[in-house]
């Protein structure tokens, strides 16, 4: 028996942070950096837009299936009356949660932005000076995009989602006979915030749901308005794709089809403003047939991730400075991306460093004479994409490019199809999914001719450089033939959909990993057993496997002291008899926590992986993931340096209490924003000197 099947038998004596639960803690975190009143008030703006898009995905996928789940249409591992009971609890939090939203919206960012001389009109009329302004704007932009649907029972009107809707009560003036009205506000024709003309220093901004809300008389005349209350709704945005399909053309077409129905999804939250009447609301339920479960209380304004468009006519100093990608002076005097890896690895940190040096080192694959193959997985790929031009470059130079695609990443589907599409038309092979697996790695693999050194790039991160600028990652550059059969290896078992393959360092989900995992922490375990030291750093975005965090409480109780850093979903409980020896912090600041970092002390010797793994049960069971060490010793102390810096943050850092509190890490000490540290010691660190004339 493994470890793997000696941990998932034993019996379970441990409790757990309901997954869904626990991201809404993690959102709730972004919230909060809204409601810090030293950031520049654009920046405030930006984390409370990253929320409100947050809480919409989490309802289109999340919320949706759990909502399939009870309808006994989708397959997973609860049963409906779990479902239910999660449901429960997702509404009652994110209820919570949204009174904090508006209140930071109206008592901290609307009042800080008329301090800048920024004044947005909210909750009233616009003033006497703007209403030719607003009535010129309303004919001339608004007016001949809108298209008001009366409501009536037994006539069905589809929502789409994530559209802003207006419901009107009105009544005719002379028979009183009452109306309800549907009004789609134009998205795509005219902006969210309308700018009006500047007074007395003042700029002015209105929303175009006032816009319409002023001219209602002029839109229904001879009817008496009597409310306008906004709505929205999500619907299940998942595709469900036939695992069982091993068909790439069938594969890209069921894809086609679906994405084109995800707007048209069952319903998996009806959001309404706080202050429509109850009648009101009742008649609308009965009418779309939305079921209380379905509500979720809102405000007068809502898509509010739309905040993140509001113009900003001040400037700069209302926005959050973000250090720009940091060239690497080495890189820049070699020239030559393959003559730099050459003499030793080379280790990239994205954003802190720019993304140029990866799209430098696939041209000069493209180029180079001798380069015979090259081999790539892609799972998010961006619009437009230099890499993706790279590839076609080296395609079209002669050389055998190969490229697995992976066609089920959420959300970007359809761009991943087009994108294969372009490349297969070039002369590039692509190979698709893998029925029931997910290919998550993001690995790739330079071969070269006779004795010339071949290279394996290696990363926590996508190969999208939209992405790059946004998501902390690491990727490592490197020659060491035995990473780089690993890696061709593995490329060789996708294509030859192997059901088993052996690698020498490299870890691979559903191969090597969970036991290795295991071995290593059985290991911490029995250093301590013997008196020594036991300690495990573990960096990833998300924990959720039980058997993995029964792992991790099983050292604790043995003695290991265990620092995690995990930025969204922790389903381990801290504060308890059996995980007293470990801490949990979690790190929102102005870019995304991406990279995924494992270190065991090992009795000094100090083992690191980087790794594109979360121990998700999804990561972990259902998915082809790669967790790689570092062997130069100079990069080595340069990782765990900058995971020493991010565990002493007592600035933007939290732990996670055993209440799924997020509690500010704050102490006496020096202040450290590990962000920022890490920029500051990226981009001034000197490595040692290279030979550029070799």
């Keep these: ?50 929320y409100a898009s947050n809480l919409e995905e989490f309802y289109e996928v999340r919320v949706s299936e759990h909502r399939g789940n009870i309808l006994k249409k989708n397959f997973v591992d609860e049963s409906a009356e779990t479902s239910e009971e999660s449901l429960d609890n997702i509404t009652r939090e994110v209820n919570r949660q949204q009174q904090d939203f508006y209140r930071i919206f109206h008592e901290g960012i609307l009042p800080e932005l008329l301090r800048k ?61 009452p109306y309800y009205v549907l009004i789609k506000i134009p998205f795509s024709k005219v902006p969210r915030f309308i ?53 790439a053309k069938e594969i890209v077409n069921e894809i086609r089809t679906k994405v084109g129905k995800r707007k048209t999804g069952v319903l998996s939250r009806f959001m309404y403003d706080r202050a429509m009447p109850r009648d009101m609301l009742d008649y609308i339920c009965a009418t779309f047939d939305i079921e209380a479960d379905d509500l979720v209380v809102g405000g007068r304004y809502m898509n509010l991730q739309d905040l993140i468009k509001l113009p900003n006519p001040v400037g700069a100093e209302l926005e959050q400075t973000v250090p720009q990608p940091a060239r690497v002076e080495y890189l820049d005097r070699i020239g030559s991306m393959f003559k730099a890896v050459m003499q030793d690895d080379v280790l990239l940190h994205f954003p802190y460093q720019s993304f140029d040096y990866l799209l430098r080192f696939l041209m000069e694959a493209s180029f180079d004479k001798d380069v015979e193959e090259i081999k790539i997985t892609q799972y998010r790929v961006a619009e437009n994409s230099a890499v993706i031009n790279s590839l076609i470059s080296a395609a079209q130079n002669g050389k055998k490019v190969t490229v697995f695609v992976e066609l089920k990443a959420r959300f970007d589907e359809e761009n991943n199809v087009s994108t294969a599409e372009e490349m297969e ?91 290795e995992i295991i071995r290593m922490i059985e290991r911490e375990i029995e250093h301590v057993k013997q008196g ?27 003695g290991v002291v265990i620092d995690l850093i995990v930025r969204g979903i922790c389903c381990l409980v801290p504060g308890q008899p059996y995980s007293k020896n470990v801490r949990i912090t979690r790190i929102v600041d102005m870019f995304l926590e991406h990279s995924r970092v494992w270190y065991f002390y090992n009795d000094g010797k100090e083992d690191l992986y980087l790794t594109s793994s979360d121990w998700m049960r999804r990561n972990i069971s259902r998915r082809i993931e790669t967790a790689f060490p570092v062997l130069c010793p100079e990069i080595k102390s340069e990782i765990i340096r900058i995971l020493r810096l991010q565990l002493a943050d007592n600035v933007k850092a939290c732990t996670i209490d055993e209440n799924l509190n997020n509690v500010f890490k704050r102490n006496d000490n020096a202040p450290v924003r590990a962000q920022q540290a890490i920029y500051d010691f990226v981009a001034s660190r000197q490595l040692k000197v290279f030979d550029v004339d070799s």
């Design 1 to 50: 028996m493994n470890l793997a099947e000696d941990y998932s038998m034993k019996e379970k004596k441990y409790s757990y942070f309901k997954r869904d639960v626990s991201w809404l803690s993690f959102n709730y975190r972004v919230l909060m950096e809204a409601d810090d009143e030293t950031l520049p008030v654009y920046e405030r703006i930006r984390f409370l837009s990253i």
């Design 117 to 177: 001389k920024i004044f947005l009109y909210h909750d009233s009329r616009p003033e006497a000076f703007h209403l030719d302004d607003v009535r010129n704007y309303f004919n001339d932009e608004v007016f001949p995009f809108l298209s008001p649907v009366t409501i009536q029972k037994g006539v069905r009107t589809f929502i789409r989602d994530r559209r802003l809707y207006l419901i009107v009560k009105m009544s005719d003036k002379v028979s009183a006979e």
């Design 425 to 515: 038309f070039a002369g590039v092979k692509i190979i698709y999914s893998i029925p029931g697996l997910k290919v998550h790695a993001k690995v790739a693999v330079i071969l070269r001719k006779g004795d010339n050194k071949d290279f394996a790039y290696l990363s926590t991160g996508n190969f999208n450089e939209k992405t790059a600028r946004i998501y902390s990652d690491m990727a490592l550059l490197t020659c060491n033939s035995e990473l780089v059969e690993d890696v061709n290896n593995l490329f060789v078992g996708l294509e030859q959909k192997a059901d088993s393959l052996t690698f020498k360092h490299l870890l691979v989900a559903r191969f090597n990993m969970v036991p």
């Design 532 to 558: 020594r030291k036991g300690y495990i750093i573990l960096k990833m975005n998300g924990l959720h496997d039980k058997q993995m965090i029964d792992v991790l409480y099983r050292a604790s109780e043995s």
């Design 195 to 247: 700018p009006l003309p500047a007074r007395d220093g003042v700029y002015y901004y209105m929303f175009v749901d006032d816009i319409i809300r002023a001219n209602l008389p002029f839109i229904f005349p001879g009817y008496d308005v009597e409310g306008c209350f906004s709505i929205k709704i999500s619907r299940d945005a998942d595709i469900y794709i036939n695992d069982n399909n091993s068909d």
